[in-house]
């Protein structure tokens, strides 16, 4: 069954570093997305992404985050100047017809 | 803003027992997602509900969809360690299709052998 991939499964940055999670979606899959999930609470959307533009966007994903397509199968978020607080397991999905998603087995980040 | 809700938040069950997790939506949704997600694991897919009243089985698992469309139940009958996990509802958040998801705050459920 095809799955969405995420790399690495564990990063951990200092404070102020800048962390880029890769993900690599379904092949045929043309929406993509990054969510978020503080230990032990729900999933929180970050970010949607199709036709090469974000078409949505939470309050959470402010100007330090950002996402790319860099090439045909990558799918990228950048987070500049990491906080304490962004610290979770970071999921990326994708989507063949923007119902169902399908996640990936997620980065959990460790900002100390 | 949109909020979904659901109870209750965790569920402890002797093995063979029933588990219902409901879910309330502040606002009408154009449709429900239903996700499962094992201990240290990431949400998976389990069933879309659409039309208003909708009820849908798989296997023991039984979703439904309220009439006004702002409410769904999933129930497991005849419970298995195998149903070990925390299950989130979700609904549509976005301005249109964007694939905006508003999660639960999910159920999570323990099944004593």
């Known amino acids: 069954e095809p799955e969405v991939t995420q790399t690495p499964s564990h990063q951990v940055t200092q404070m102020g570093q800048e962390v880029i999670l890769r993900c690599v979606p379904i092949?045929?899959?043309?929406?993509f997305y990054w969510y978020r999930q503080i230990l032990g609470q729900k999933v929180e959307f970050l970010v949607s992404?199709?036709?090469?533009?974000?078409?949505?966007k939470s309050e959470i994903f402010d100007d330090q985050f950002s996402v790319e397509r860099p090439d045909g199968s990558n799918f990228t978020l950048k987070i500049r100047s990491t906080k304490l607080e962004d610290s979770a397991m970071y999921f990326c999905?994708?989507?063949?017809?923007?119902?169902?998603?399908?996640f990936g087995s997620g980065t959990r980040l460790t900002v100390v | 803003g949109q909020q979904v809700m659901q109870i209750p938040q965790y569920q402890h069950v002797q093995e063979g027992e029933d588990f219902t997790t409901y879910c309330n939506s502040s606002t009408t949704l154009s449709n429900i997602q239903w996700y499962k997600q094992r201990p240290g694991g990431h949400p998976v897919f389990l069933i879309q509900l659409v039309k208003s009243g909708e009820v849908k089985k798989q296997k023991r698992l039984t979703f439904q969809f309220g009439e006004a469309k702002k409410n769904s139940s999933l129930h497991i009958t005849a419970t298995q360690t195998t149903d070990v996990g925390t299950y989130f509802c979700a609904g549509p958040g976005g301005s249109g299709n964007t694939g905006k998801l508003i999660f639960g705050q999910g159920t999570t459920l323990q099944v004593k052998p």
């Open positions: 092949s045929n899959h043309l929406y």
């Open positions: 992404f199709y036709n090469n533009e974000i078409s949505e």
């Open positions: 999905a994708s989507s063949a017809d923007d119902r169902a998603l399908t």
